[in-house]
């Protein structure tokens, strides 16, 4: 009898899913719940790639990477150069951190920290929200820098001004959440980037990570906010760690001159 009842209620199950009309929607909702990425995500289609670029962004939580560690969330700040002059046509990209301890070493990449030439790129000059970014040679005043490999996806899917309108910047953008990409694996009942793998995901470059930026460098409101949109996104938040920035000077590197 226990396997007829089983069987019954198996059948029973199907012929639900497979049922038109109100059966069959809690099955495609609860199925939504489960695809990654979500229904609809996708980076931000009205996106002016201009005034993004145009004020410094301070990182105030991320999740940490092979060649952004939690020993470097100090102090980490992201700043956007046109290579020509418009910016579509690429971008310098300068990051800042401190190892350690706040205004400890400065670590980084481009000018702002006598790092690695990295570079950003737009695939798609309608999509200015999903750049590609990946470590460069050369450049200058005659040739654009080359990039090294496809480089990894950085896709701005969240931006607008500050909730409080006495403390805007006057910049379209005061907060930006940035994902490395599509989130395509599942984690905590929500979405994330990066392989499913966690061994692989460990060493991984390219295509992971999540980041919550402002204008400011120290903004507990705008970050309470974006951590309401991260699930409005289906974007699971549980990767994510603090970035200290208070007592921070944003000392450049040697030969870089000062960068606060």
Same mark, same amino acid.
């Given at each position: 009898?226990a396997? /007829?009842?089983?069987?019954?209620?198996?059948?029973?199950? #199907?012929?639900?899913? %497979?049922?038109? &009309? !109100?059966?069959?929607? @809690?099955?495609?909702?609860?199925?939504?719940?489960?695809?990654?990425?979500?229904?609809?995500?996708?980076a931000?289609?009205?996106?002016?790639v201009?005034?993004?670029?145009?004020?410094?962004?301070?990182?105030?939580?991320?999740?940490?990477?092979?060649?952004?560690?939690?020993?470097?969330?100090?102090?980490?700040?992201?700043?956007?150069?046109? /290579?020509?002059?418009?910016?579509?046509?690429?971008?310098? #990209?300068?990051?800042? %951190?401190?190892? &350690? !301890?706040?205004?400890g @070493?400065?670590?980084?990449?481009?000018?702002?920290?006598?790092?690695?030439?990295?570079?950003?790129?737009i695939?798609?000059?309608?999509?200015?929200?999903?750049?590609?970014?990946?470590?460069?040679?050369?450049?200058?005043?005659?040739?654009?820098?080359?990039?090294?490999?496809?480089?990894?996806?950085?896709?701005?899917?969240?931006?607008?001004q500050?909730?409080?309108p006495?403390?805007?910047?006057?910049?379209?953008?005061?907060? %930006?959440?940035?994902?490395?990409g599509?989130?395509?694996?599942?984690?905590?009942g929500?979405?994330?980037?990066?392989?499913?793998f966690?061994?692989?995901?460990r060493?991984?470059?390219?295509?992971?990570?999540?980041?919550?930026?402002?204008?400011?460098?120290?903004?507990?409101?705008n970050?309470?906010?974006?951590?309401?949109?991260?699930?409005?996104?289906?974007?699971?938040?549980?990767?994510?760690?603090?970035?200290?920035?208070?007592?921070?000077?944003?000392?450049?590197?040697?030969?870089?001159?000062?960068?606060?």
């Amino acid at each position: 009898m226990a396997r /007829l009842a089983a069987s019954i209620a198996l059948l029973a199950a #199907v012929a639900l899913a %497979a049922a038109p &009309g !109100a059966a069959a929607r @809690p099955l495609e909702a609860w199925l939504d719940r489960q695809r990654c990425p979500p229904p609809g995500f996708d980076a931000l289609q009205d996106f002016n790639v201009t005034q993004y670029i145009a004020q410094r962004w301070f990182v105030q939580k991320q999740e940490p990477l092979v060649y952004q560690p939690a020993d470097r969330l100090f102090c980490v700040f992201a700043e956007y150069q046109p /290579l020509r002059e418009d910016p579509l046509d690429g971008l310098l #990209v300068n990051n800042y %951190a401190n190892e &350690g !301890a706040v205004n400890g @070493p400065v670590v980084g990449t481009s000018e702002v920290a006598d790092g690695p030439l990295t570079t950003a790129t737009i695939p798609n000059k309608r999509r200015p929200s999903k750049l590609r970014v990946a470590i460069s040679l050369g450049g200058g005043e005659s040739f654009r820098p080359i990039q090294l490999g496809r480089g990894g996806d950085y896709w701005v899917v969240a931006a607008g001004q500050s909730v409080d309108p006495a403390d805007r910047s006057g910049n379209l953008y005061d907060w %930006a959440i940035v994902t490395g990409g599509r989130p395509n694996r599942r984690s905590n009942g929500a979405c994330a980037t990066g392989s499913p793998f966690g061994l692989v995901r460990r060493f991984q470059t390219n295509n992971v990570g999540l980041w919550l930026f402002t204008r400011k460098p120290i903004d507990p409101v705008n970050t309470q906010l974006m951590m309401g949109k991260l699930a409005e996104l289906g974007l699971d938040p549980s990767g994510l760690l603090d970035v200290q920035q208070q007592g921070c000077t944003y000392a450049c590197g040697p030969g870089s001159g000062q960068c606060n």
